[in-house]
């Protein structure tokens, strides 16, 4: 073993407590009995996945302010979901984002400065505070729906079906699934091993979505197609944020180099495609 190996190794060791429990925080939210607790802490797992973004983003000096803001909008985004401001909840970090834009077209020399800032910050806070704190939408709605999903947990469902999807996708990779079409086709299917994630993410839901949220087999399948997608294009988009940064696969788990994100993109993604389809189907 190389000494960069051996070094990658360590910081490995170092960072998975860390991993471990910000895991465990998101469980807890499921089951406490306070809302206001299982919000907080589901504020602090998006403080520290906005923190590690905006570490692996090259942002310029004059851009902390920017940074601060959004660090300042995941309590206020909390908020307004624990008072049961909806309408403002959904509106708060479009609205943000887009007076973020305007003020920056007048603030910097030219457009591309603007943009330049507008995405790399815009697209932390859309993802990483306004789609995650759909997990607490989730948590606050659930005992305000009528039926039998009112005595299920919507939250843990969702939990549950993403790291599956996580877990199954990782072991297709592991496996090469996406080469075993070389043999056959001469070609290499990239998206085999995330296609064959989502199917078994679907099947997952009809075995636990009757039993944890007393859903149809069907509702529970396509839940499951739904819920599985959206984390297979969250994971897709990091892989892909990370490409363009030159963050490789290994150092991937690296705190400050995607350690974090890789385990709550997924649910950036998953929680409000699964929060509309509870509010549409329920």
């Known amino acids: 073993m190389t000494s960069l190996e051996k070094t990658v190794s360590m910081t490995r060791l170092e960072v998975r407590p860390l991993l471990w429990s910000l895991l465990a925080m998101l469980y807890l939210s499921a089951f406490v009995p306070s809302v ?10 998006s403080f520290q996945a906005l923190k590690e973004f905006f570490t692996i983003m090259p942002l310029r000096r ?12 995941i309590p206020i985004q909390l908020y307004l979901i624990g008072a049961h401001y909806y309408a ?9 984002i887009f007076a973020l834009a305007a003020w920056l077209v007048t603030h910097y020399e030219t457009t591309a400065q603007a943009l330049n800032s507008t995405l790399k910050i815009g697209w932390g806070l859309f993802t990483l505070v306004f789609g995650f704190s759909h997990l607490g ?14 005595e299920g947990n919507l939250l843990l469902y969702l939990l549950l079906l993403v790291h599956a999807q996580t877990i199954m996708q990782t072991i297709l990779l592991r496996w090469r699934v996406n080469e ?33 949220l007393a859903l149809t087999p069907m509702n529970a399948m396509s839940s499951g197609l739904l819920i599985g997608s959206g984390a297979y ?48 189907f329920a």
């Open 36 to 45: 206001t607790f299982a919000l907080i802490l589901l504020g602090f797992i």
């Open 62 to 73: 004059s851009e902390r302010l920017l940074v601060l803001l959004g660090y300042l909008s």
């Open 88 to 96: 403002l909840a959904l509106a708060f970090i479009p609205f943000l």
């Open 137 to 150: 939408l989730l948590l606050v709605r659930n005992g305000e729906l009528e039926g039998t999903l009112r």
């Open 180 to 212: 075993w079409s070389r043999s056959v086709f001469k070609l290499s299917f990239t998206g085999l091993a995330g296609i064959l994630s989502i199917l078994a993410v679907s099947i997952f839901a009809w075995a636990v979505g009757p039993w944890l």
């Open 233 to 280: 294009l969250g994971s897709t988009t990091l892989r892909a944020i990370q490409h363009a940064l030159e963050i490789n696969e290994v150092d991937r788990h690296l705190p400050g180099l995607g350690g974090i994100l890789f385990y709550i993109y997924p649910f950036a993604y998953a929680a409000p495609l699964f929060f509309y389809y509870v509010n549409l």
